[in-house]
């Protein structure tokens, strides 16, 4: 059974650094781009950033883009989220996902190209 795991999240000030973890269980993703989405209350998932399992080409959303960086460490099968100067819009739950895709399609950013989730861990940044 694939699983996919996040941790990392806690409550951060404005302009705080944090980093999100998402440990894949199951099998390897071969081929596979792995994403995090956010979700902030009563507003729609989100695409933040996606990288390329094998490959580590990467792709962002305008949003995140010089703040945020995504990268993998395959020997750990995790996917990592450095979120950088963060903003108290960066609040949300960050959802680990993995899709068979390379960041540089352009329907990257929608959450329907991801077959696998994880339950999400909660960042919240005050002002």
């Known amino acids: 059974q694939v699983q996919l795991a996040e941790s990392g999240g806690r409550v951060a000030q404005a302009g705080d650094s944090l980093r999100l973890s998402c440990t894949v269980f199951?099998?390897?993703?071969?081929?596979?781009?792995m994403a995090w989405f956010r979700q902030a209350p009563g507003k729609a998932r989100e695409f933040v950033a996606v990288?390329?399992?094998?490959?580590?080409?990467?792709a962002y959303a305008d949003s995140v883009k010089d703040r945020f960086s995504i990268s993998t460490d395959k020997a750990k099968f995790a996917v990592y989220l450095q979120m950088d100067s963060l903003k108290p819009e960066d609040t949300g739950l960050y959802f680990c996902a993995a899709g068979f895709l390379r960041p540089s399609n352009d329907a990257r950013a929608e959450s329907r190209m991801y077959n696998y989730w994880g339950q999400g861990t909660q960042v919240t940044v005050s002002s």
């Open positions: 199951g099998r390897t993703f071969t081929g596979y781009s």
């Open positions: 990288i390329s399992w094998s490959a580590g080409s990467t």
